[in-house]
C-alpha cells in the first residue's frame, strides 16, 4: 500500500514509542487501544479512506494470487468501502456462497444482503439469483416469514424477465417451503407445475431435489408406493449426472419411506449407503441427517432405544454447530421420544418442550403435530390425564390441517388413552375407533393393533366382555401369524391388554402372551448398559412393570 515509502520504519518505530501501537510480530502491528485505532481512521477523509481501501484491496490481491477463496471476506470489506461496485459484488457473492457451503448461515445472509445493495436496480436477474440463495439460507435456519418475503420478490422478477429457468426455480423452492411448513397439497402442486418446465428450464440438481420433496409429500399423505417410485426416479437421475449429495438425499428418503412400508431390512440397507455418502462428501449437515434417520430405525424397528438416544445425541449436536433449525427441531423430538421410551420422563419432557419452541419459531407444523402427541404420551404415563388430552387435542387439530393422516391417526390413540384415564369410557371408545379407521384406511396393520388394545382396555374396564374379546381375538390373531408390532409406540402395552382379557376369561393362552411379552421385554432390557436404566425402564412404565410382576407370579425362572 506504501509502496517506496523510506520513512516507513522511522514512522513505525516513533507511534510505537508513543504506545500508539506495539510490534506482535515483523511487519505486524496491534493498536494498544480500539478508540486509537478508529480515531486513526475517522482522522481520514472519507475520499482519502476509499483511495486506501482501494490500495489495499489491489495489494491483498497480489499477496492471495490462488488462494483468493480463503479471503473473499477480507478482500470483500475493503471493495465495499472503496465503493468499487463491481468487486465488492463478485467478492461479495463469493463471501456468501462460502459461509454458507461451511454452515455460517447468519454471516452468508449478511454477504448476500451486502451484495445486493451494489446491483443496478435495473438488473433483475443479478437481484434474483443473491435472492434465492438468500432464501435457501432462510429455509436452513427457520425463517418462515424472511423466506416467504424472498421468494414473493423472486416470483414477481421472475414474470417480469419471462425467464422460463427462474420461473421454474422459484416454483421448486416454492414446493420446498409449502412442504416445511406442513402444506403438502400445496407441495406437490407446485412440483408438478415446476415440473411442466422443459428440463432444460431448470437447474438439474434442483429439478431432481424438487422431486424428492414431491416424493416425502406423498410420504406424509401415506401414499408410500407413489412416494418410493419417484424417489427412486430421482435417485436414478442423481446417479447419471454423478450427484453424491443428491444420491445421499433420495437414499434418506427411501430409508424413510422403506421403515413407513414395514421394510426394515431394506430401510436399514437405504440408511446405511447414505451415512456412507455424507460421511465421504463431509458435509455435517448429511451426516446430522443420516445418524437422526439410522437412530429413527434403531428406535422403531429394534428397539433399541440406547443406541437411538447415542445417534440422536450425535445428530444434535452437529445440527447446533451448522445452525440447521429444522435438523434441531426434530432431533430434540427424537430424543425426547426414547428418552420417554426409556423410562426417563424428565429428560423427555425437556426435550419435548425445546423441540415445540423450535417447531413454532421455524412454522414446521409436522414436527410440531408429532412433538404434541409424544408430550400427550408422556403426559397420560405419568397420570396427568388433563394435560395429555390437551396435548392430544391440539395435535389431532394440526395433523387435520396439514393433511397428516398418520399424525391423526396416532393424536386419536393418545386421545383415547387420556379419556381412559378420565374414566370417560364412550369417548375413549370413539377416538380409538377413528385412529382404528385411519390406520386399515392407511394399510397399516401393526400400527392398527394399538388402537384394537385400547378398545380391549376399554370394553375390560366396563365389563364389556363380548366386544373385548372380539378385538383381543384380532390382535391374537395377529400375533400367531408370526406378524410383528413393528413401529407401535408400546408393543408391550398391546400385549398386556391381551394378558389381561385371557386372565379374566382364565384362558390357557395367557400364559403364552405372558411369555411372549416378556421375552420382547427381556430383549429391549439387554440393550441397556446398566442395571439402574434397565430398572428404570421397567420400573415407570405401568403396563411393563405389571406384566414383570405377573411374569415373577405365574411363569417359571
Known amino acids: 500500500m506504501l509502496q517506496n515509502n523510506d520513512k516507513l520504519a522511522d514512522e513505525l518505530g516513533e507511534a510505537e514509542r508513543a504506545n500508539i501501537w506495539s510490534a506482535v510480530s515483523p511487519f505486524r502491528y496491534l493498536f494498544t487501544h480500539g478508540l486509537l485505532r478508529d480515531a486513526a481512521y475517522a482522522m481520514q477523509m472519507r475520499a482519502r479512506r476509499m483511495e486506501l481501501h482501494a490500495s489495499a484491496l489491489e495489494a491483498l490481491e497480489n499477496i492471495y494470487v490462488g488462494e483468493e477463496e480463503h479471503h473473499y471476506g477480507e478482500l470483500a470489506y475493503h471493495a465495499e468501502r472503496a465503493i468499487l461496485s463491481d468487486k465488492a459484488l463478485h467478492y461479495l457473492r463469493h463471501a456468501g456462497k462460502a459461509a454458507a457451503d461451511s454452515y455460517q448461515n447468519r454471516q452468508a445472509v449478511d454477504y448476500y444482503t451486502r451484495a445486493l445493495a451494489f446491483v443496478a436496480p435495473e438488473d433483475l436477474a443479478t437481484q434474483y439469483d443473491l435472492l434465492a440463495e438468500r432464501v435457501e439460507l432462510f429455509s436452513r435456519m427457520g425463517k ?204 423427555a419432557r425437556s426435550y419435548h418442550e425445546q423441540a415445540l419452541f423450535v417447531a413454532r419459531e421455524i412454522s414446521n407444523r ?81 400400527l392398527a393393533m394399538e388402537p384394537i388394545a385400547g378398545l380391549v382396555e376399554t370394553y375390560l374396564r366396563t365389563n364389556d366382555l363380548e366386544p373385548a374379546s372380539h378385538e383381543a381375538e384380532k390382535i391374537l390373531n395377529f400375533l400367531e401369524s408370526g406378524s410383528a408390532l413393528d413401529g407401535a409406540d408400546e408393543p408391550l402395552r398391546v400385549y398386556y391388554a391381551c394378558y389381561l382379557f385371557l386372565e379374566k376369561n382364565q384362558d390357557p393362552r395367557s400364559k403364552q402372551i405372558l411369555q411372549s411379552a416378556m421375552n420382547l421385554l427381556e430383549s429391549q432390557v439387554s440393550k441397556f448398559s446398566n442395571d439402574a436404566a434397565r430398572k428404570r425402564y421397567i420400573e415407570n412404565i405401568p403396563w411393563r412393570r405389571a406384566l414383570r410382576d405377573a411374569a415373577q407370579a405365574f411363569l417359571p425362572p
Not at 463431509?282 to 447415542?310: C, I, K, M, T, W
Not at 409424544?374 to 395435535?395: C, F, P
Open 366 to 446: 409436522y414436527h410440531e403435530t408429532y412433538t404434541l402427541i409424544n408430550l400427550s404420551a408422556v403426559a397420560g404415563i405419568q397420570n396427568e390425564a388433563a394435560s395429555a388430552l390437551q396435548y392430544a387435542g391440539q395435535a389431532l387439530e394440526l395433523a387435520r390441517k396439514i393433511s397428516e393422516r398418520a399424525g391423526e391417526a396416532w393424536g386419536l390413540l393418545y386421545m383415547g388413552h387420556a379419556y381412559l384415564l378420565q374414566n370417560e369410557f364412550h369417548l375413549a371408545q370413539a377416538a380409538y375407533l377413528k385412529s382404528l379407521e385411519i390406520r386399515n384406511e392407511l394399510d397399516q396393520p401393526s
Open 144 to 347: 418462515r416469514d424472511l423466506q416467504w418475503k424472498d421468494l414473493s420478490a423472486l416470483e414477481r422478477w421472475a414474470e417480469d424477465l419471462g425467464d422460463a429457468d427462474r420461473i421454474a426455480k422459484v416454483l421448486m423452492l416454492r414446493a420446498s417451503y409449502y412442504f416445511v411448513t406442513g402444506d403438502y397439497l400445496n407441495s406437490i402442486d407446485c412440483a408438478q407445475r415446476a415440473g411442466m418446465y422443459p428440463a432444460s428450464a431448470a437447474d438439474t440438481e434442483l429439478a431432481l431435489y424438487t422431486q424428492l420433496v414431491w416424493s416425502q409429500a406423498l410420504l406424509r399423505l401415506g401414499r408410500l408406493d407413489e412416494a418410493m417410485q419417484r424417489a427412486y426416479e430421482a435417485l436414478t437421475g442423481d446417479r447419471l449426472v454423478i450427484n453424491r449429495k443428491g444420491e445421499f438425499k433420495a437414499l434418506a428418503v427411501m430409508g424413510l419411506i422403506a421403515l413407513e412400508q414395514k421394510e426394515p431390512a431394506a430401510a436399514q440397507k437405504y440408511l446405511i449407503e447414505a451415512l456412507e455418502i455424507a460421511r465421504e462428501v463431509n458435509d455435517p449437515g448429511f451426516q446430522a441427517r443420516a445418524l437422526n434417520n439410522l437412530a429413527l430405525s434403531e428406535g422403531s424397528v429394534h428397539g433399541n432405544y440406547a443406541l437411538a438416544r447415542e445417534y440422536y445425541e450425535q445428530s444434535y449436536k452437529i445440527a447446533r454447530e451448522i445452525g440447521d433449525r429444522m435438523a434441531e427441531s426434530f432431533t430434540l423430538g427424537n430424543l425426547g421420544f426414547v428418552a420417554g421410551m426409556q423410562g426417563d420422563f424428565v429428560a
